[in-house]
């Protein structure tokens, strides 16, 4: 069985990784989704003491925070459920803009809650700053909702310092959730020593790579065009080259402990601090439980010490989002 941590100083506690649920109703090809092996995934993640589980109303949209209140039915006193608010949709459910508007806030918890079948939300993050509404503002709104009983704790997603700062003097922030993994440093220099200055828990997402530190990409090309990978910059071409061959240094050390790559990079990122709890996902059983067993691999200085150095950004290539995405991020 996982252990557990806390998250923030607020005394939100978790356990060591969670599971991110979006890859079951969004973001890859529809014909890799299948709801009845995703409930079965979350059900074994329970087994295994999985209790944090990440969705958000973008995913699907809507549907994911659907899916996940049918695989813990019964079992909600058990878990803590993270969801996510902060885009707006256009009629065919696409990403059309951000609305961090306190009236806006209001509504789509009041939506969230009754997909998930629940009272409270555990964890509420903005999902992306809406840069025509203060912070301040916006997670005032949050607030009220923690005074109502109707959220529980509050987090943040892809924002810089001056925001986090800002937003935590309106009301205090339990975690961050941010792209961040051996193949992903970028929150190092400023956000993770203010994270830690002020509390705050620190959610990786990708903490595999999207898939480089496991060694099981693909080409762009080789995605269907409903996949976010078939416009991923790392994946295309030169970029791609030279992505695999960094990521070698990996599978290299794995193949020395005995585990698997994905292993190695989620006991790198565990290894970095009890603050810090990722959330890989995954909508199938099998690589669940190897993600679960990532817990019991033991990492000495040598080792992080090498890995720190193997995967310095200077060696990844490509930016990490196309330039619509990267327009979302907050830094």
């Known amino acids: 069985m996982l252990s557990t941590r806390k998250l923030g100083n607020r005394g939100l506690t978790v356990s060591e990784i969670g599971l991110g649920c979006m890859g079951m109703s969004f973001a890859y090809g529809p014909g890799e989704r299948d709801d009845n092996e995703s409930i079965r995934t979350i059900e074994r993640a329970l087994e295994l003491g999985i209790t944090f589980f990440d969705t958000a109303e973008a995913y699907g949209p809507y549907t994911n925070e659907e899916l996940l ?13 993270a969801t996510k608010f902060g885009f707006t949709f256009d009629a ?8 961090g508007k306190p009236a806006h806030v209001r509504e ?16 509420l993050y903005q999902h992306r700053l809406d840069p025509q509404v203060p912070v301040e503002e916006t997670v005032g709104a ?10 529980r704790y509050l ?4 924002v810089g310092v001056s925001t986090i700062r800002r937003a935590n003097a309106t009301h205090p922030i339990a975690a961050l959730q941010s792209e961040y993994s051996l193949w992903e440093r970028n929150l190092e220099p400023e956000i993770i020593p203010a994270l830690r200055e002020l509390g705050i828990g620190l959610v990786p997402f990708a903490p595999l790579g999207r898939g480089f530190l496991t060694g099981t990409v693909k080409r762009a090309e080789e995605y269907p065009a ?8 790392r994946y295309m071409g030169e970029n791609f080259d030279a992505n695999m061959r960094a990521a070698s240094v990996v599978r290299l050390l794995a193949t020395k402990k005995g585990c698997t790559p994905g292993q190695i990079a989620l006991a790198w990122l565990l290894h970095k601090g ?4 990722p959330i890989p996902g995954t909508k199938h059983v099998q ?8 817990a019991g691999v033991e990492l000495d200085a040598e080792e992080m010490a090498e890995l720190d150095t193997a995967l310095t950004a200077d060696k990844i290539s490509g930016p990490r989002y196309n330039e619509r995405q990267a327009a979302l991020i907050n830094r």
Do not use: C, F, W
């Open 69 to 81: 209140a049918r695989a813990l039915a019964g079992k909600r006193d058990r878990v803590v459920i």
């Open 92 to 99: 065919n459910g696409a990403v059309n803009g951000t609305n």
């Open 108 to 123: 789509a918890v009041e939506g969230s809650l009754k997909r998930l079948q629940t009272d409270r939300i555990d964890l």
């Open 142 to 151: 949050m607030a009220q909702l923690v005074i109502e009983g109707k959220v």
């Open 155 to 158: 987090g943040l997603s892809e």
């Open 226 to 233: 409903g996949d976010y990978r078939h416009t991923d910059p």
């Open 274 to 277: 009890d603050d810090v709890v």
């Open 287 to 294: 690589y669940l439980e190897e993600n679960a067993g990532a």
